[in-house]
């Protein structure tokens, strides 16, 4: 069970390495490379890692996040002192060290915040009741950002087509790289009820929201504009439109009311025929009839 301590130094960084004989066990991250982030806004940067030894609850650990070879430039740290003053109240530890998850969120992104930023972890652990400490910082996996002036625009996606008097959806997208404060959607029309909202991950650090509006369209609505935009945190609004063609039924019905009324008027028109028809079909059979009857009283009479 020996461990050994060595360090360096010569780049500005203590860097502590603890080798165990435990298998699989090691000092290692996993941090998002590179993210864009919108100035005025927020960004989430996802950051896992791992330690030798036993697991340690978060009361054990002390994450800092540093510039790349300059460790006493942090960024984020409890000790809100030890901070920079341009980072000061504008960073926060989301990921629960505990856990083994060191994501850090920056708000109020400013311009110069591009990083790189590096994470490093203390472990406070007692033995024979003396506390020490082991810090590890992950040079090698260090959290650039790109810098970008405005949020993009959101997508809009229809669904097949719009028929009147039938449920129909228009879907508003967005790409952001904050979930912890998601863009705000609003629509030009439809209330909230018509209104519902997924969020979901798309690639490390990216992040999709997407707000779907179900509504009935109506005749009038044909040839009109949608109109979603997005806000994002910090304040800053992106939109885009789409003309909504409407399918009217209308168009059906003045096909098959002619057609029906036509054949209706002939229907109407047939019986009538055929009833006056039947008519003097019977006052000829009767004239026919008197006349027979009036030729047989005159040949009686004759011979006579």
């Known amino acids: 069970n020996k461990r050994s301590n060595c360090s360096d130094n010569s780049s500005g960084i203590m860097v502590t390495c603890i080798c165990s004989p435990a298998l699989g066990e090691k000092w290692t991250a996993s941090v998002v490379k590179s993210l864009e982030a919108v100035v005025g806004s927020c ?20 994450g800092i996040w540093h510039r790349i070879k300059k460790d006493e430039e942090i960024v984020y740290s409890e000790d809100n002192t030890r901070v920079l003053d341009s980072f000061k109240g504008r960073t926060n530890m989301i990921g629960k060290l505990g856990d083994k998850n060191c ?23 007692t033995h024979d009741n003396k506390e020490t400490t082991e810090k590890y910082s992950f040079v090698g996996e260090c959290a650039q950002l790109k810098m970008r002036k405005d949020p993009p625009e959101p997508e809009l996606f229809q669904s097949n087509t719009a028929v009147q008097g039938k449920p129909y959806s228009v879907t508003c997208s967005v790409h952001h790289t904050c979930p912890s404060h998601v863009p705000v959607f609003t629509w030009s029309r439809g209330s909230k009820d018509d209104i519902i909202h997924i969020q979901k991950p798309i690639l490390s650090g990216i992040w999709e929201t997407q707000s779907i509006m179900v509504f009935i369209p109506e005749e009038n609505d044909d040839h009109t504009e949608i109109t979603c935009t997005a806000t994002f945190n910090g304040g800053k609004v992106t939109s885009r439109s789409i003309q909504l063609n409407v399918k009217r039924i209308g168009n059906i019905y003045h096909i098959i009311i ?19 028809m039947e008519k003097y079909k019977n006052r000829i059979a009767e004239l026919q009839s008197r006349e027979g009857s009036m030729f047989n009283r005159l040949s009686r009479m004759s011979r006579r």
Do not use: Q, W
Not at 43 to 61: A, D, E, K
Not at 258 to 276: L, S, Y
């Open 43 to 62: 960004v989430v940067l996802p950051c896992s890692f791992n330690y030798p030894g036993t697991l340690l609850p978060t009361s054990r650990l002390r």
């Open 103 to 125: 994501t850090l969120e920056i708000t109020d992104v400013k311009d110069h915040d591009n990083g790189p930023f590096c994470f490093r972890i203390e472990l406070v652990k």
């Open 258 to 276: 002619p057609v029906t009324v036509a054949i209706g008027m002939a229907v109407i028109f047939g019986v009538i025929c055929i009833a006056v």
